[in-house]
């Protein structure tokens, strides 16, 4: 029987292996192993493609969001115990970051449509100590709309993006006709370079993306040990940088960043095509392709018995995912002691999303295939 895989990073990196293998020499030769050219070039690179003044690398996307957060409360734009608005159903990176800095998290619900936070219960969760949100792009779908850009600017609020899972996703833009990209949205944007993301490492890495030229030399400062010349610590900070061994497999994988991400949506167009089942939700594809990039294709299974839908759709060779199986705030290290509003829509997603292959290694065939096996499943 034909097996689908969930994901195969090896496949993914097949089209870009002879450019992978040339760019790894030239760094092994180059005999410069932390920061250089090949890391300068990549951070140029970066921020071209996320339309931005500054990108800096970093070793991985909670250090980068962790560097966003602690930069902003060196520059006294926010102090510890300020309250950040966080959506619930995200990765625990998210929320790791706030309580790294020092900063409270308060999570709010998401919307039972786009799963992403929902400007409504952002409205009502609004305290005086909530200085900062963190819209996460979940899944490659931008979180932006008027609603949230309303708020955001009635409260000045300072906005930091989790834009790990959403390189290059378009939002829609009040006031403007065009769309913006993610990682330009708010004052600082974390990207996650992590293997399985939609430009993935061959290891771990991340960055930042900014216009604020202050801001954007404090994280710089910070994630080198606070240091802005060598031997001079104005800071105490990190050790924190992106290796040139990954910059440059990553300048070889952007540069397909295009191609990469509509890839992803023709699979997940095969799927809005070719899913038609009672039982399973689909998520929006939308009137607009760029809105997502499709990190992940996530259904719902709305009779309850999601993990009897999973296992059977294993019998016939269809290998899925969980993002997440159980949200932050159920997990023991913050269960009991984090604030938040009311979540029944975080929690009901939490026993019925399910997310299907959509990866480099899952070709458009295989997803009608996949769609038309979901189609004969009913627990
Ligand atoms: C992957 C991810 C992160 C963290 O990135 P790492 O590179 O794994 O540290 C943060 N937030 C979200 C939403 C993610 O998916």
Redesign the pocket.
């Known amino acids: 029987m034909k097996q689908y895989n969930f994901l195969n990073l090896r496949n993914g990196n097949d089209p870009f292996i002879d450019s992978l293998k040339q760019a790894a020499c030239r760094v092994i030769e180059s005999g410069r192993y932390i920061g250089g050219p090949e890391v300068d070039t990549f951070e140029q690179k970066l921020a071209a493609t996320c339309r931005v003044n500054h990108a800096i690398g970093v070793s ?6 962790t560097l966003i957060l602690r930069a902003l409360i060196t520059l006294r734009r926010l102090k510890p115990g300020d309250q950040i608005i966080i959506p619930a159903n ?2 625990i ?2 929320v790791l970051a706030a309580t790294h800095s020092g900063l409270t998290p308060l999570l709010v619900d998401v919307d039972p449509v786009t799963m992403n936070i929902d400007p409504q219960a952002v409205a009502r969760a609004i305290t005086p100590s909530v200085r900062a949100i963190m819209p ?1 792009h ?1 899944y490659g779908r931008a979180a932006w709309s008027h609603e949230l850009l309303d708020i955001i600017r009635s409260h000045r609020l300072l906005v930091i993006e ?1 834009n ?2 959403a390189i290059g996703a378009h939002a829609p833009c009040p006031g403007l006709n065009d769309t913006r990209i993610t990682g330009s949205l708010g004052h600082a944007a ?1 990207i ?3 293997p399985t ?1 939609n430009i993935g490492a061959l290891g ?3 960055a930042v993306t900014t216009n604020d030229p202050i801001l954007a030399k404090t994280i710089r400062t910070l994630a080198n040990y606070g240091a802005e010349t060598r031997y001079h610590n104005t800071l105490q900070g990190f050790n924190s940088r992106l290796d040139p061994i990954q910059a440059a497999m990553l300048s070889v994988k952007l540069a397909h960043l295009d191609t990469l991400n509509a890839d992803r949506f023709a699979r997940a167009l095969a799927y809005e095509n070719t899913i038609d089942n009672p039982i399973v939700t689909k998520p929006p594809i939308g009137a607009n392709p760029l809105h997502c990039v499709w ?1 992940q294709y996530v259904i719902r299974i709305n009779n309850g018995k999601r993990d009897q839908f999973r296992r059977l759709l294993l019998e016939k060779g269809v290998h899925t995912d969980i993002h997440y199986p159980v949200p932050p705030h159920m997990q023991p290290c913050y269960a009991g002691h984090i604030d938040h509003g009311p979540l029944p829509v975080t929690t009901l997603l939490a026993d019925q999303i399910l997310s299907l292959p959509i990866g480099q290694g899952t070709t458009v065939a295989d997803a009608a295939a996949i769609a038309r096996i979901i189609n004969t499943i009913n627990p």
Not at 60 to 65: I, Q, S
């Open positions: 991985n996307g909670l250090d980068a969001l995200t990765y990176a998210s996460v979940l989790d790990a899972q974390a996650s370079f992590y993301k771990d890495a991340g990190h």
